[in-house]
Protein backbone atom coordinates (compact mmCIF):
# COMPACT_ATOMS: atom_id res chain seq x y z
CA UNK A 1 0.00 0.00 0.00
CA UNK A 2 0.93 3.33 -0.39
CA UNK A 3 -0.07 6.93 0.53
CA UNK A 4 0.09 10.04 -1.30
CA UNK A 5 0.52 13.70 -0.12
CA UNK A 6 0.07 16.35 -2.82
CA UNK A 7 1.09 19.82 -2.40
CA UNK A 8 1.96 23.04 -4.55
CA UNK A 9 -1.48 24.12 -5.88
CA UNK A 10 -2.92 27.79 -5.73
CA UNK A 11 -4.19 30.80 -8.06
CA UNK A 12 -2.05 31.86 -10.65
CA UNK A 13 -2.88 34.07 -13.89
CA UNK A 14 -3.26 32.12 -17.58
CA UNK A 15 0.21 32.20 -18.62
CA UNK A 16 2.14 31.88 -15.11
CA UNK A 17 2.98 28.61 -13.17
CA UNK A 18 2.79 26.47 -11.02
CA UNK A 19 5.18 23.13 -9.30
CA UNK A 20 3.08 20.37 -8.14
CA UNK A 21 4.68 17.84 -5.41
CA UNK A 22 3.50 14.37 -4.73
CA UNK A 23 5.16 12.77 -1.62
CA UNK A 24 4.66 8.86 -1.49
CA UNK A 25 4.96 6.92 1.57
CA UNK A 26 4.98 3.64 2.75
CA UNK A 27 5.87 1.40 -0.52
CA UNK A 28 8.51 0.74 -2.99
CA UNK A 29 7.87 4.03 -4.91
CA UNK A 30 10.32 2.90 -7.82
CA UNK A 31 8.13 0.22 -8.26
CA UNK A 32 4.60 1.96 -9.39
CA UNK A 33 3.73 3.80 -12.64
CA UNK A 34 2.94 7.17 -11.38
CA UNK A 35 0.66 9.93 -12.72
CA UNK A 36 -1.43 13.15 -12.07
CA UNK A 37 -5.22 13.49 -12.71
CA UNK A 38 -7.26 16.81 -12.57
CA UNK A 39 -10.98 16.95 -12.02
CA UNK A 40 -12.34 20.80 -13.29
CA UNK A 41 -15.70 21.26 -11.59
CA UNK A 42 -18.91 19.75 -12.92
CA UNK A 43 -16.15 17.22 -14.98
CA UNK A 44 -15.16 13.84 -14.81
CA UNK A 45 -11.52 13.36 -13.49
CA UNK A 46 -9.06 12.93 -16.34
CA UNK A 47 -5.89 11.82 -17.27
CA UNK A 48 -3.05 14.47 -17.61
CA UNK A 49 0.12 12.79 -17.71
CA UNK A 50 1.48 9.61 -16.58
CA UNK A 51 5.34 8.27 -16.06
CA UNK A 52 5.85 4.22 -15.87
CA UNK A 53 8.49 2.54 -13.78
CA UNK A 54 10.90 2.35 -16.86
CA UNK A 55 10.18 6.71 -17.24
CA UNK A 56 7.73 6.77 -20.05
CA UNK A 57 5.66 9.39 -19.95
CA UNK A 58 2.39 9.98 -21.61
CA UNK A 59 0.42 13.71 -21.70
CA UNK A 60 -3.17 14.50 -22.60
CA UNK A 61 -3.20 16.18 -25.82
CA UNK A 62 -4.09 19.64 -24.21
CA UNK A 63 -1.47 19.73 -22.11
CA UNK A 64 1.42 18.67 -23.99
CA UNK A 65 4.59 21.16 -23.98
CA UNK A 66 3.26 23.30 -20.53
CA UNK A 67 3.07 20.32 -18.69
CA UNK A 68 6.04 18.42 -17.65
CA UNK A 69 6.09 15.15 -15.34
CA UNK A 70 8.79 14.10 -13.41
CA UNK A 71 9.68 11.16 -10.67
CA UNK A 72 12.64 10.96 -8.25
CA UNK A 73 12.90 7.60 -6.90
CA UNK A 74 15.31 8.58 -4.26
CA UNK A 75 12.99 11.47 -2.79
CA UNK A 76 9.84 9.33 -3.52
CA UNK A 77 8.36 12.15 -5.27
CA UNK A 78 6.62 12.87 -8.18
CA UNK A 79 6.23 16.20 -10.05
CA UNK A 80 3.92 18.47 -12.55
CA UNK A 81 5.50 21.12 -13.49
CA UNK A 82 2.84 23.48 -15.69
CA UNK A 83 3.64 26.27 -17.38
CA UNK A 84 1.75 28.58 -19.80
CA UNK A 85 -1.35 27.91 -17.56
CA UNK A 86 -5.11 28.13 -18.84
CA UNK A 87 -7.93 29.31 -17.39
CA UNK A 88 -9.08 25.81 -18.88
CA UNK A 89 -6.58 23.97 -16.48
CA UNK A 90 -7.89 25.25 -13.46
CA UNK A 91 -9.49 21.83 -11.24
CA UNK A 92 -8.59 19.80 -8.25
CA UNK A 93 -5.55 17.72 -9.48
CA UNK A 94 -4.83 14.79 -7.99
CA UNK A 95 -1.74 11.93 -7.63
CA UNK A 96 -2.20 8.59 -9.02
CA UNK A 97 -0.07 5.29 -8.35
CA UNK A 98 -0.64 2.20 -9.77
CA UNK A 99 1.02 -1.43 -9.23
CA UNK A 100 -1.83 -3.60 -10.01
CA UNK A 101 -4.24 -1.65 -6.93
CA UNK A 102 -4.56 1.93 -7.26
CA UNK A 103 -3.95 4.69 -4.91
CA UNK A 104 -4.91 8.62 -5.21
CA UNK A 105 -3.68 11.27 -3.13
CA UNK A 106 -6.59 13.79 -1.39
CA UNK A 107 -6.02 16.18 -4.10
CA UNK A 108 -4.56 20.09 -4.71
CA UNK A 109 -6.67 22.54 -6.18
CA UNK A 110 -5.50 24.93 -8.76
CA UNK A 111 -7.38 27.80 -10.07
CA UNK A 112 -6.13 29.87 -13.09
CA UNK A 113 -8.04 33.17 -13.28
CA UNK A 114 -7.68 37.06 -14.40
Known amino acids: QVQLVESGGGLVQPGGSLRLSCAASGSVFRLYTMGWYRQAPGKQRELVATITTDGIINYVDSVRGRLTISRDNVKNTVLLQMNSLKPEDTGVYYC????????WGQGTQVTVVS
Open 96 to 103: HARRGSIY
